[in-house]
């Protein structure tokens, strides 16, 4: 996930996360300022611990930063800070079981594992686990161009096979778009 981050709170809080190899959370924002909307902020409860992975000035002065997601929460109990950011209380979901690729699925594999190769650098020091639905089915949710709350819908399930469901007709349908085009 790459960033661009110039707020003076984001940067305390990069600079924060980095001094103590810390991740920071992520979760999908569901209404708020920031969001748009009226309404104090408020979340998804469910989000990915991020880790630092890359940093870099950017030739505007902006920082940039890349992160890898790591481990699912569920979020309880947000406040605001002075400055602005929020901190919750977290409970670690932990990790899915492993689940074998059903028949059904297997071509879902072929094609990751393409996608995977052309995308080179990004994904090199990423650990493969392409006979792991859980795997297979959370690195479709990051690479298919799904909306935000498509994204979210994919974090929130907690059963790998109901994920590769859920995102099969989306692989269909980018697909039957390059067809066509």
Known sequence: ????????RYLDLVGRCMKNEAPFGVVLLADGPEAGGRTPVSTQ???TLATICDWYQGTDGLLG????????FRLHDVQQKDD???????ELMGPEDQAKIPQEYLPMVGLLRAVIDDLGRLYE??????????????RFAEILP?????????L???????????????????????TTN
């Open 1 to 8: 996930m790459p960033l661009r981050v110039f707020e003076p």
């Open 84 to 90: 602005g950011l929020n901190y919750g209380d977290i």
């Open 45 to 47: 409860s469910i989000g």
């Open 146 to 154: 799904l909306d935000l709350l498509q994204k979210q819908a994919c």
């Open 65 to 72: 930063i890349t992160a890898i997601g790591g481990e699912r």
């Open 125 to 138: 020091s990423v650990e493969k686990h392409y006979d792991d639905a859980s795997w297979v089915g959370f």
């Open 156 to 178: 929130n399930m907690q059963d790998a096979l109901e994920r590769l469901k859920y995102l099969r007709p989306f692989l269909r349908q980018v697909r039957q778009d390059q």
